[in-house]
């Protein structure tokens, strides 16, 4: 196996639960969504917690993560769910497929498949409860998916 390919095996994992988790074979969604909930979430940590999820995710998925990231400002000031199913939309834009309700514990069943026990739980520690109501699913306001 070449090093390129090698180097993006462990994406391709990433993406293969986030389409199991969204019950899609469109790997163009499983990829935007994924995008949305992470880019979501590094916008809500601190700077420092940012950086340390960042240090578990493969090279491929922490480009992804990074991606367009300016840490000015950081960490949003997101306390209610609403509020962050918003950002997630607006990350998610244009496309309109998949419900950001959806998305959300989509993304953190991803993360807990992947990163440490102690890492999950610093970045849920750090999120209101709302936003951990959001992360299990809890529904909110928001109508599931739109597709």
Do not use: C
Request: no cysteine; proline share 5%; hydrophobic share 40%.
């Amino acid at each position: 196996m070449d090093l390129f390919n090698k180097l993006n095996e462990p994406a391709v994992h990433w993406l293969k639960d986030m389409m199991d988790e969204l019950r899609t074979d469109d790997r163009q969604r499983a990829w935007h969504a994924l995008r949305a909930g992470l880019h979501a979430l590094r916008d809500r940590l601190t700077v420092e917690e940012a950086a340390q999820l960042s240090a578990q995710l493969p090279l491929l998925i922490r480009g992804l993560y990074f991606e367009g990231w300016d840490p000015t400002g950081k960490p949003l000031r997101i306390r209610h769910g609403d509020e962050f199913l918003a950002l997630v939309r607006e990350k998610y834009a244009p496309r309109t497929d998949t419900a950001a309700s959806d998305i959300v514990p989509a993304v953190f069943r991803v993360l807990d498949r992947h990163i440490s026990v102690g890492e999950l739980t610093d970045i849920m520690l750090s999120l209101p409860t709302e936003l951990v109501d959001l992360v299990r699913g809890v529904q909110s306001g928001e109508e599931r998916a739109e597709s």
